[in-house]
């Protein structure tokens, strides 16, 4: 397995709800850090944000510096062929690390793992969180600086939507108007995860997807087994479904080039951090099927 480069981003001001910050130190506390040796030789680096306060006027340039600063950092790990592996914070990281794989790779595929679209644009936004708008960023539908981070735009086809329950109006609109690849919760209970999987692999391969970069929101999975998240959702995924999409994709015909684990909230984790347990064996179990 390439080395990797774990990126700890302590960033909360795009979802505008503080704890989310101390989840790379609470995660590396917990083992991280001998986790990810077992697999690969490790480099560490923070990237850490203004400790501003977001508002109406200036969000959007804040998030946007930040995830240009990220984009950089992401671009360098890539050019030395380490695999970046960027634990937030909040998933307005995405719009930086997947921007630097983008421009990395022509044909670069997406796996957006999260209860929600995060596909928003600023006008459309029911609550103005730049978490919620990443993807529609790295698509170049806002109209703010956020669409200045990714100067080689993801193309539609190649973003796959695993896990969503959660959407709003205007993004339903979206995945009707571009026929988007939503894999939605209720879809992988009825069909199961091994198709869901099958369907992606076909898709890969008719796009000519080589590269993959993958971002998992921790509010993928039912808040029975995750709670310690901001914007929890009922009817998640299971451990069993989780387990079963990470042995698919490392049988993807394609090189996973970068990682994002991100949304998990110290400061909403019971006395026994068994949330926080939670998401180190699912970096386990991802970086065993890898390697």
Not at 122 to 127: H, I, L, P, Q
Request: charged residues 20%.
């Amino acid at each position: 397995m390439r080395p990797i480069h774990y990126i700890a981003v302590p960033l909360w001001q795009g979802a505008e709800k503080r704890g989310v910050e101390m989840a790379p130190q609470a995660l590396m506390e917990g083992g991280l850090d001998a986790i990810m040796q077992r697999y690969a030789a490790v480099t560490y680096q923070e990237v850490a944000p203004t400790p501003d306060e977001p508002d109406k006027d200036t969000k959007y340039t804040l998030i946007a510096r930040f995830c240009q600063t990220l984009k950089q950092v992401v671009a360098q790990s890539l050019r030395e062929g380490v695999m970046p592996f960027c634990v937030g914070g909040d998933h307005a990281l995405g719009l930086g690390s997947v921007a630097a794989a983008a421009e990395q790779y022509d044909d670069l595929g997406l796996i957006w793992f999260d209860a929600h679209g995060d596909m928003n644009t600023e006008s459309g936004s029911k609550t103005g969180h730049i978490h919620g708008m990443p993807v529609a960023a790295l698509m170049g539908l806002c109209s703010s600086e956020l669409n200045e981070v990714a100067t080689r735009r993801m193309k539609p086809d190649h973003i796959f939507w695993i896990g969503t329950r959660s959407l709003d109006p205007g993004e339903q609109a979206l995945i009707d108007k571009l026929h988007l690849h939503v894999y939605t919760a209720e879809y992988v209970r009825q069909k199961g995860m091994d198709h869901v999987m099958a369907e992606v692999r076909q898709e890969i391969q008719r796009l000519g997807i080589t590269h993959l970069h993958c971002s998992f929101d921790v509010d993928a999975m039912d808040p029975t087994i995750v709670p310690a998240t901001g914007v929890a959702e009922s009817n998640g995924l299971t451990q069993h479904e989780y387990a079963t999409f990470v042995h698919a994709l490392a049988q993807l015909p394609l090189q996973l080039t970068s990682i994002d684990l991100v949304e998990y909230n110290p400061l909403l984790d019971d006395a026994n951090k068994n949330s926080r347990a939670m998401c180190l064996q699912a970096v386990e179990l991802l970086l065993r099927e890898i390697s």
